[in-house]
């Protein structure tokens, strides 16, 4: 079955430190990763994609994500955290152009504190 | 404003009740979801309906049932036969089945 490994579960950094989350799927096809975040009180909101192309991507807020085939990876980076980057992130992967690419399976989330 | 709507957003229930969370779209979505979010677990696939008149069983779907009679409205009923109820619950709608998945703000049930 596929799944979704997140291997830091908390994740403690000052401002400007540079942020990266690890990601790694299980899947052997073809696959579409997303990196969703969950800031407090707010709705889960997607900040990056990848269908296809450059393997590195870029999202709102200067995050970046970077998907490694080989590696079966898609870790998500940012330069320089801000306090605001307080929030849950979940990986996600479905395969693509399946039938059952409805099914987005989650990694079970790292929660990155950013202390002022 | 196009969006996701969840109500209510807390929800309190004795044992045995059944309950019904109510997720309503106006993205003109055809896909739809239910998940359920558990510390920890990340988020795991109750049902899923691509068109209206269908729906599909996720990974946990024992003790929850669906309806999808009009395209804006999923609602999820929290049966008594779910062993475990308490949990924040959260609705998702996309274009299809292959693209990203727009999420609603969440109901949290807790079950007394």
């Known amino acids: 079955a596929q799944s979704v490994s997140q291997h830091n579960h908390h994740v403690i950094l000052s401002e400007a430190a540079s942020l990266e989350l690890g990601c790694n799927y299980s899947?052997?096809?073809?696959?579409?990763l997303f990196w969703y975040v969950q800031y407090p009180g707010q709705h889960l909101q997607l900040l990056l994609k990848?269908?296809?192309?450059?393997?590195l991507v870029k999202g709102i807020k200067g995050f970046e994500a970077e998907f490694i085939k080989s590696k079966f990876s898609f870790n998500l980076r940012k330069p320089s955290v801000q306090w605001s980057d307080t929030a849950e992130y979940f990986c996600?992967?479905?395969?693509?152009?399946?039938?059952?690419?409805?099914?987005?399976?989650f990694g079970s989330g790292t929660r990155l504190l950013v202390r002022p | 404003d196009g969006g996701i709507t969840q109500s209510p957003k807390y929800l309190f229930r004795k044992e045995g009740q059944n309950v019904t969370l109510s997720c309503e779209q106006n993205?003109?979505?055809?896909?739809m979801y239910w998940y359920r979010q558990d510390p920890g677990q990340g988020l795991r696939l109750i049902y899923y309906?691509?068109?209206?008149?269908?729906?599909q069983k996720g990974d946990i779907a024992e003790g929850y049932s669906v309806s999808r009679e009009k395209k804006e409205s999923f609602p999820l009923t929290v049966t008594s036969a779910q062993k475990n109820p308490t949990a924040f619950y959260l609705c998702?709608?996309?274009?299809?089945?292959?693209?990203?998945?727009?999420f609603g703000p969440g109901t949290r049930l807790t079950v007394l």
């Open positions: 996600a992967v479905n395969e693509a152009g399946m039938d059952s690419s409805y099914k987005l399976i």
């Open positions: 993205l003109n979505h055809d896909a």
């Open positions: 990848y269908f296809s192309g450059d393997p």
């Open positions: 309906s691509q068109i209206v008149n269908d729906f």
């Open positions: 899947y052997g096809g073809t696959v579409n």
């Open positions: 998702a709608s996309s274009r299809g089945t292959d693209n990203e998945q727009f």
